[in-house]
């Protein structure tokens, strides 16, 4: 059925069919409320992409995401989908697997399609060249999310990466920690940078020295953190902060089966973590406010606006 064919039905124009399906305030109150109950009695379903063709508008929004299965990512994605979607877009996933050559292929890709915005966590916060440049040229929004850029200026929400590490930091040490092992991100990322930062900052606010031997760089995956704490465990440290959830996994694994004393924390907390039988230091991040800060962003047509979003620290082992 098309509107045509209800608008004959009900003997009224197309137009003021049209004007009730898209919401249209502009319909007297009556004909508003019989064309809306014959719609729901056929269960008419309006064709959006028409509909959008002729507004010249796509209310498509690409989120391109470096790892859907860390579960930080994957409840942040539900957020977004949750602001978006009440404002009537679609959201095109584009999971980039913490591939530089995925990313590029994925904003190319971006390009062939009809896109209104796009929300990028990008891999790298160091590049040469913006990776997002294509989509700039062609007028398209773009606003960063959780991962900021350190060369070129662009809207976004992130989260103060430095704060929540020393946070943590600081109250190991102030639970009489000496010896505590870190385990970084990604170095060339500037949100990794932050957080070791955090860590170095603690130390030398309460007068402790920070030994090398007890940094580890890891890539926020799960096998780096497996890594290194198979390395921890023959080490002098006391306790461990893993930059991330998943490395934190990694460790647990290298743990398993083995006699440990060692006081686990980690940046941030996620539903899984909740899960653990082990009372684990760690941040709290608002997933939920960063979803609605960055729609507000992209709603308001923001530029060269940043937002940045304080970890809440669980204290978890006291």
Known sequence: MKMKDIAKELGVSIATVSRVVNGNKNVNKETKKRVEEFIEKKRYIPNMIAQNLSKMENKTIALLVPNISNPFFATLINYICENFNK????????????????????????????????????????????????????????????RDFENFKLSGVFIDNYIGAYKVTKKLLEKGHREIALITGNLEFLNARERMRGYLQAHSDMKVKVKDENIYEGDYLFESGYIAGK?????????VFS????????????????????????????EFIELLDKNILSCSIPLKKMGEEIYKLFVNKEKNKKIYIEPLL????D
Do not use: W
Not at 115 to 135: F, M, T
Not at 255 to 270: A, I, V
């Open 314 to 317: 669980e204290k978890g082992g």
């Open 243 to 270: 930059s991330n959830n998943l490395m934190l996994y990694g460790v647990l694994k290298a743990f398993k089966n083995e006699k440990t004393f060692f006081e686990l924390s980690c940046f941030e907390k996620t």
């Open 231 to 239: 390395k921890i465990l023959t080490s002098a440290a006391t306790a």
């Open 87 to 146: 404002g009537g877009y679609q959201i095109a996933l584009y999971n980039t697997a913490e591939n530089l050559i995925q990313e590029k292929e994925a904003i190319k890709n971006i390009l062939g399609h009809r896109i209104e915005g796009v929300i990028a966590i990008l891999i790298s916060g160091n590049y040469e060249e913006n990776p997002l440049e294509p989509l700039l040229k062609q007028k398209i929004p773009v606003y960063l999310l959780d």
